[in-house]
Protein backbone atom coordinates (compact mmCIF):
# COMPACT_ATOMS: atom_id res chain seq x y z
CA UNK A 1 0.00 0.00 0.00
CA UNK A 2 1.14 3.45 -1.10
CA UNK A 3 0.83 5.85 2.33
CA UNK A 4 0.02 9.25 2.19
CA UNK A 5 1.82 11.87 3.59
CA UNK A 6 0.57 12.68 7.19
CA UNK A 7 0.47 8.87 7.74
CA UNK A 8 4.46 8.86 6.74
CA UNK A 9 4.94 11.45 9.53
CA UNK A 10 3.10 9.25 11.82
CA UNK A 11 5.34 6.78 11.27
CA UNK A 12 8.10 8.78 11.88
CA UNK A 13 7.21 9.86 15.03
CA UNK A 14 4.67 7.51 16.78
CA UNK A 15 5.68 6.24 19.54
CA UNK A 16 5.49 1.75 19.61
CA UNK A 17 1.94 1.80 21.07
CA UNK A 18 0.70 4.34 19.04
CA UNK A 19 1.66 2.08 15.70
CA UNK A 20 0.30 -1.07 17.46
CA UNK A 21 -3.04 0.79 18.21
CA UNK A 22 -2.79 1.86 14.34
CA UNK A 23 -2.56 -1.58 13.11
CA UNK A 24 -4.60 -3.64 15.16
CA UNK A 25 -7.41 -2.03 12.89
CA UNK A 26 -5.93 -3.32 9.99
CA UNK A 27 -6.93 -6.81 8.09
CA UNK A 28 -4.27 -9.54 7.93
CA UNK A 29 -3.06 -10.49 4.26
CA UNK A 30 -0.07 -11.58 2.24
CA UNK A 31 2.15 -10.69 -0.75
CA UNK A 32 4.69 -12.78 -2.56
CA UNK A 33 7.89 -10.97 -2.61
CA UNK A 34 11.00 -11.74 -4.17
CA UNK A 35 14.79 -12.10 -2.88
CA UNK A 36 16.44 -8.91 -4.29
CA UNK A 37 17.03 -8.96 -7.93
CA UNK A 38 16.58 -12.63 -8.05
CA UNK A 39 13.15 -13.03 -9.10
CA UNK A 40 13.20 -17.00 -9.55
CA UNK A 41 13.34 -17.16 -5.45
CA UNK A 42 10.67 -15.63 -3.78
CA UNK A 43 8.67 -16.11 -0.43
CA UNK A 44 5.54 -14.71 0.93
CA UNK A 45 5.22 -12.04 3.95
CA UNK A 46 2.71 -11.40 6.66
CA UNK A 47 1.17 -7.72 6.40
CA UNK A 48 -0.56 -5.79 8.27
CA UNK A 49 -2.85 -2.77 7.22
CA UNK A 50 0.10 -2.46 4.39
CA UNK A 51 2.84 -2.78 6.72
CA UNK A 52 4.89 -5.77 5.85
CA UNK A 53 5.63 -7.87 9.28
CA UNK A 54 8.54 -10.51 10.46
CA UNK A 55 8.82 -13.67 8.75
CA UNK A 56 8.94 -15.60 5.28
CA UNK A 57 6.60 -18.35 4.16
CA UNK A 58 6.27 -20.77 1.36
CA UNK A 59 2.40 -20.36 0.98
CA UNK A 60 0.27 -17.16 0.99
CA UNK A 61 -2.32 -19.01 3.30
CA UNK A 62 0.66 -19.21 5.99
CA UNK A 63 1.69 -15.39 5.78
CA UNK A 64 -1.72 -14.51 6.16
CA UNK A 65 -1.85 -16.94 9.30
CA UNK A 66 1.28 -15.17 10.59
CA UNK A 67 -0.73 -11.74 10.13
CA UNK A 68 -3.30 -13.48 11.81
CA UNK A 69 -2.17 -14.07 14.67
CA UNK A 70 0.03 -11.17 14.89
CA UNK A 71 -3.73 -9.47 14.68
CA UNK A 72 -4.63 -11.26 17.19
CA UNK A 73 -2.07 -10.35 19.77
CA UNK A 74 -2.61 -6.41 19.22
CA UNK A 75 -6.27 -7.37 19.84
CA UNK A 76 -5.80 -8.66 23.50
CA UNK A 77 -3.31 -5.69 24.59
CA UNK A 78 -5.56 -3.38 27.02
CA UNK A 79 -3.66 -0.70 27.23
CA UNK A 80 -3.40 0.33 23.78
CA UNK A 81 -4.16 4.05 22.72
CA UNK A 82 -7.29 5.19 20.82
CA UNK A 83 -6.27 7.24 17.42
CA UNK A 84 -8.70 9.53 15.79
CA UNK A 85 -7.55 8.55 12.17
CA UNK A 86 -9.43 11.24 10.88
CA UNK A 87 -8.18 14.13 12.81
CA UNK A 88 -4.60 13.12 12.72
CA UNK A 89 -5.25 12.36 8.75
CA UNK A 90 -3.90 8.78 8.92
CA UNK A 91 -6.81 6.86 7.94
CA UNK A 92 -6.49 4.33 4.85
CA UNK A 93 -10.85 4.77 3.89
CA UNK A 94 -8.88 6.07 0.42
CA UNK A 95 -6.05 3.13 0.04
CA UNK A 96 -8.88 0.58 1.28
CA UNK A 97 -11.77 1.77 -1.10
CA UNK A 98 -8.86 1.77 -3.95
CA UNK A 99 -8.12 -1.86 -3.69
CA UNK A 100 -11.24 -3.06 -2.68
CA UNK A 101 -12.49 -1.40 -5.81
CA UNK A 102 -9.84 -2.81 -8.23
CA UNK A 103 -9.94 -6.07 -6.54
CA UNK A 104 -13.86 -7.22 -6.16
CA UNK A 105 -16.71 -3.97 -7.03
CA UNK A 106 -17.99 -3.25 -10.43
CA UNK A 107 -19.14 0.13 -10.41
CA UNK A 108 -17.30 3.90 -10.47
CA UNK A 109 -18.06 7.46 -9.44
CA UNK A 110 -19.21 9.67 -12.43
CA UNK A 111 -19.96 13.23 -10.25
CA UNK A 112 -19.97 14.05 -6.41
CA UNK A 113 -21.05 16.93 -5.34
CA UNK A 114 -20.62 18.58 -1.73
CA UNK A 115 -24.08 20.48 -1.23
CA UNK A 116 -22.56 22.50 2.06
CA UNK A 117 -19.49 24.39 -0.35
CA UNK A 118 -22.12 25.34 -2.74
CA UNK A 119 -22.90 28.20 -0.02
CA UNK A 120 -20.59 31.19 -1.78
CA UNK A 121 -20.49 29.86 -5.51
CA UNK A 122 -22.85 27.47 -7.37
CA UNK A 123 -20.65 25.29 -9.47
CA UNK A 124 -21.23 24.26 -12.69
CA UNK A 125 -21.82 20.44 -11.46
CA UNK A 126 -24.48 21.40 -9.11
CA UNK A 127 -25.74 23.66 -11.85
CA UNK A 128 -26.14 21.24 -14.30
CA UNK A 129 -27.77 18.75 -11.76
CA UNK A 130 -30.18 21.58 -10.71
CA UNK A 131 -31.12 22.12 -14.81
CA UNK A 132 -30.92 18.24 -15.77
CA UNK A 133 -30.94 15.80 -12.96
CA UNK A 134 -33.44 17.42 -10.31
CA UNK A 135 -36.58 17.16 -12.44
CA UNK A 136 -36.46 13.57 -12.58
CA UNK A 137 -39.13 12.17 -10.05
CA UNK A 138 -36.94 9.55 -8.23
CA UNK A 139 -34.38 12.46 -7.64
CA UNK A 140 -37.00 14.76 -6.47
CA UNK A 141 -38.76 11.84 -3.86
CA UNK A 142 -34.72 11.02 -2.81
CA UNK A 143 -34.31 14.42 -1.32
CA UNK A 144 -38.29 14.78 -0.34
CA UNK A 145 -37.28 11.61 1.95
CA UNK A 146 -33.83 12.85 3.68
CA UNK A 147 -35.68 16.14 4.22
CA UNK A 148 -38.94 14.16 5.69
CA UNK A 149 -41.43 16.61 4.93
CA UNK A 150 -44.46 16.36 3.26
CA UNK A 151 -44.47 20.05 1.64
CA UNK A 152 -40.53 19.48 0.22
CA UNK A 153 -41.92 18.72 -3.03
CA UNK A 154 -44.84 21.57 -3.40
CA UNK A 155 -41.91 24.07 -2.33
CA UNK A 156 -39.61 22.41 -4.93
CA UNK A 157 -42.49 22.90 -7.53
CA UNK A 158 -42.82 26.32 -6.80
CA UNK A 159 -38.90 27.02 -7.45
CA UNK A 160 -39.18 24.83 -10.87
CA UNK A 161 -41.79 26.60 -12.52
CA UNK A 162 -40.30 28.57 -15.48
CA UNK A 163 -37.67 26.88 -17.57
CA UNK A 164 -35.04 26.51 -15.59
CA UNK A 165 -35.27 26.56 -11.64
CA UNK A 166 -33.11 29.68 -10.07
CA UNK A 167 -29.81 28.06 -8.61
CA UNK A 168 -29.64 29.71 -5.18
CA UNK A 169 -33.40 29.44 -4.56
CA UNK A 170 -32.70 25.53 -4.72
CA UNK A 171 -29.44 25.84 -2.51
CA UNK A 172 -31.78 27.75 -0.06
CA UNK A 173 -33.93 25.59 0.29
CA UNK A 174 -32.10 22.41 0.38
CA UNK A 175 -29.95 24.16 3.31
CA UNK A 176 -33.29 25.16 5.11
CA UNK A 177 -34.10 21.42 5.21
CA UNK A 178 -30.21 20.55 6.48
CA UNK A 179 -29.64 18.73 2.70
CA UNK A 180 -25.86 19.51 3.19
CA UNK A 181 -24.53 16.38 2.20
CA UNK A 182 -23.07 14.68 -0.59
CA UNK A 183 -24.44 13.92 -4.02
CA UNK A 184 -23.22 11.11 -6.14
CA UNK A 185 -23.59 9.86 -9.37
CA UNK A 186 -22.63 6.19 -9.56
CA UNK A 187 -22.59 3.86 -12.79
CA UNK A 188 -22.66 0.06 -12.57
CA UNK A 189 -22.28 -2.00 -15.87
CA UNK A 190 -24.87 -4.08 -17.33
CA UNK A 191 -23.46 -8.10 -16.25
CA UNK A 192 -25.02 -11.03 -17.43
CA UNK A 193 -24.32 -14.94 -17.11
CA UNK A 194 -21.20 -16.08 -19.40
CA UNK A 195 -20.74 -19.46 -21.03
CA UNK A 196 -18.81 -21.07 -18.57
CA UNK A 197 -21.20 -19.83 -15.79
CA UNK A 198 -19.12 -16.90 -14.38
CA UNK A 199 -20.54 -13.27 -14.31
CA UNK A 200 -19.11 -10.92 -17.30
CA UNK A 201 -19.90 -7.43 -18.02
CA UNK A 202 -18.95 -4.33 -19.92
CA UNK A 203 -18.99 -0.84 -19.53
CA UNK A 204 -20.30 -0.59 -22.78
CA UNK A 205 -23.87 -0.70 -21.30
CA UNK A 206 -24.27 0.28 -17.70
CA UNK A 207 -26.48 2.07 -15.26
CA UNK A 208 -26.28 5.30 -13.30
CA UNK A 209 -28.31 7.07 -10.62
CA UNK A 210 -27.81 9.53 -8.10
CA UNK A 211 -27.53 8.83 -3.84
CA UNK A 212 -27.41 11.31 -1.16
CA UNK A 213 -25.84 11.63 2.20
CA UNK A 214 -24.42 13.20 4.41
CA UNK A 215 -21.28 11.96 4.36
CA UNK A 216 -19.33 10.58 1.45
CA UNK A 217 -18.40 7.37 3.00
CA UNK A 218 -22.20 6.87 3.82
CA UNK A 219 -22.73 7.50 -0.26
CA UNK A 220 -21.08 4.64 -1.26
CA UNK A 221 -22.27 2.22 1.25
CA UNK A 222 -25.42 3.07 -0.65
CA UNK A 223 -23.60 2.56 -4.03
CA UNK A 224 -22.39 -0.57 -3.23
CA UNK A 225 -25.68 -1.57 -2.54
CA UNK A 226 -27.18 -0.58 -5.62
CA UNK A 227 -24.42 -1.88 -7.22
CA UNK A 228 -24.95 -5.78 -6.02
CA UNK A 229 -28.29 -5.41 -6.31
CA UNK A 230 -28.46 -4.34 -10.15
CA UNK A 231 -26.13 -7.42 -10.52
CA UNK A 232 -28.22 -9.56 -9.19
CA UNK A 233 -31.65 -8.24 -11.15
CA UNK A 234 -29.23 -8.33 -14.34
CA UNK A 235 -28.31 -12.47 -13.71
CA UNK A 236 -32.08 -12.88 -12.59
CA UNK A 237 -33.47 -11.54 -15.57
CA UNK A 238 -31.01 -13.38 -17.67
CA UNK A 239 -32.20 -16.56 -16.36
CA UNK A 240 -35.87 -16.35 -17.36
Known sequence: MYFNQAQKRFFQTASLPEKQAWLRKGEPGGQQMSRGFD???????PFLRGIQLDGEFETYSEAVA????YLDEL???PDLPELDEEALGITTFNQDLSRTMSEEKSYGIERVIHIAAQAEHICDDFAQFIDDELPEE???Q?????AGRADFLGMLDAIEDGAYPDHDEVFSLLYENG???WLVQAATPVSKRGAGGGVIYSWGCYYTQWFYAESYEAALW???AWAER???????????
Open 39 to 45: FNSSYFA
Open 66 to 69: AAQC
Open 75 to 77: KAM
Open 138 to 140: RVR
Open 142 to 146: MLAEQ
Open 179 to 181: LMG
Open 222 to 224: QVD
Open 230 to 240: MREQDLQEGEK
